[in-house]
């Protein structure tokens, strides 16, 4: 399928344009091809089958390339580049991701061909074997609340939350509102800059709570897509934290769909992510 992407690789050895036109550039690719399995379990009647759920198996993507140069030398030292960023990610056994515009793929490059080149023309065709343990495609959306300056901000009057906590507000109007403009829930990074005690996050009408005190210049990470909880001090030193987590509601509660207001227990200072998923990238 030919549409006009603009397509790069990240992985551990750096990052690739493969929308670099005229050097380096992508022709094709199979990404627009979604594809669910089914679980399903035969009708009694003999008629048919109950569907029972949906799945994604781990999945091969093609992607062909156009690779030229002006010189020999060039040329060859782009082929070679090529393979030495694939081979990295396959080495170290940890996928890069595979950008569609401002949506990627984690996957691996396991394999290539090559077609329609002859000595003496600094042009190839490079066919890709993308390989998606996961088959999907996640486009990251970024939310920021900026600390109120104090350590506490005054209590909402005639406010009442679940559970009984005490909730105050970062801001108001709309820099509150946090919006997953998806059709299914998402996960979510969450980072509380210090200063903060216990600190509390209301998304919509989920309660986001960590047990621990920061300082300021540290902070608290909850990082929903590895289900883990860290503290970051100033030094840059990383402490797991999970045992301090909120256990009444999870920390992991992925964000519903839709516009919901955000709110802290504190003044502090609030990064949100999200990792939005599709089963194919958007078409622009």
């Not at 515009?101 to 061909?113: F, V, W």
Request: glycine share 8%.
């Amino acid at each position: 399928m030919r549409l006009m992407f603009d397509v790069k690789y990240k992985g551990v050895a750096g990052e690739l344009n493969l929308s670099n036109r005229p050097n380096l550039f992508y022709r094709s690719h199979s990404f627009m091809a979604p594809e669910w399995r089914v679980h399903s379990t035969p009708l009694l009647s003999g008629r048919g089958s109950d569907i029972t759920g949906f799945y994604k198996e781990m999945r091969e993507y093609s992607l062909v390339l156009n690779v030229r140069a002006e010189s020999e030398e060039g040329f060859y030292q782009l082929l070679n580049s090529l393979t030495d960023h694939f081979e990295a990610d396959i080495l170290a056994e940890t996928p890069g991701k595979l950008y569609v515009n401002d949506e990627y793929i984690l996957c691996y490059i396991t394999g290539s061909k090559k077609a329609s080149w002859r000595k003496g023309m600094n042009w190839i065709e490079v066919s890709l074997r993308v390989l998606a343990p996961n088959p999907t495609w996640i486009r990251e959306r970024k939310f920021s609340f900026m600390a109120s300056g104090s350590e506490e901000t005054d209590l909402m009057e005639g406010k009442s939350y679940p559970n009984a906590y005490p909730y105050y507000y970062v801001g108001s109007g709309a820099s509150n509102l946090v919006e997953n403009d998806s059709v299914s829930e998402a996960l979510a990074i969450i980072v509380i800059y210090g200063y903060a005690k216990n600190p509390i996050i209301k998304i919509g009408e989920r309660n986001y709570q960590v047990f621990e005190t920061i300082q300021p210049g540290e902070r608290i990470e909850i990082n929903q897509i590895d289900r883990t909880v860290s503290k970051i001090y100033n030094t840059g030193q990383k402490e797991n934290i999970f045992a301090k987590r909120g256990k009444v509601e999870s920390v992991f509660a992925p964000i519903k769909p839709g516009r919901q207001m955000l709110s802290s227990s504190g003044g502090f200072g609030v990064d949100l992510t999200l990792h939005i998923e599709r089963s194919e990238p958007r078409w622009k």
